[in-house]
C-alpha cells in the first residue's frame, strides 16, 4: 500500500507542477486529467473507492469537458487552428502519457495483488454522503456552484472581448 500510495503521490505532484509551468492551455489540461487521475488513485489507496469513483467522474470527467470547451469557444481564428496543430504533436503527449501509463501499470499491479487491505472504517453510502451535501454542507455545495459558475461566466465575457478586439 504505501508503494501505490508514493508512487501516486509523487504522480499526482509531478503532473501538478508540470501543469502549472505549461504556457499552452491545452498541455496543462493534459497534465491536469493526469494529476486528478492520481489524486483519485491516492483515495482509494485511503480506503475511499467512492471519493475516488467521483474525482474520476466529476474533476477528471465533466469538469475536464468544460475547460476544454472553454477553450475550444476561446480559439479565434486561422493563427487559433495554426497553434492548435503544433498543440497536437505526438511529442505534446509524451508526458502526459508516460505519467498515465505510469499510473496505469500501478492500478493493473495492485488489481493482480488482489487489492489494497482496506483499513478499518465505517463504510458510508452514496445516500449518506447526497444527504451531507444537501444537509449540513449545502452552504458550501452551493458557494462552490456560484464560484464555477462566476468562472464561466468570466471566460465567455473574457472571450467576447478577445473576439471584439480583434
Known sequence: MNLTFDLSAIIAVVATVMMLTRASAVHALLYLTVSL???SLV??????????????IIYAGAIMVLFVFVIMMLNIGEAAAAQERIWLQPSTWIGPS????????????????????????VVVSARQ?????VGPYMLAVEIASFLLLAGLVASFHLGRSIMRAE
Do not use: C, H, S, W
Not at 98 to 121: K, S, Y
Open 37 to 39: 487521475l492520481a489524486v
Open 129 to 133: 454522503v447526497g444527504l451531507g451535501l
Open 43 to 56: 483515495f482509494f489507496v485511503l480506503g475511499a473507492p467512492f471519493a475516488a469513483a467521483l474525482e474520476v
Open 98 to 121: 508516460t505519467l498515465a501509463l505510469l499510473l496505469a501499470i500501478e492500478l493493473g499491479a495492485v488489481a493482480v495483488n488482489g487489492g489494497i487491505a482496506r483499513p478499518a472504517g
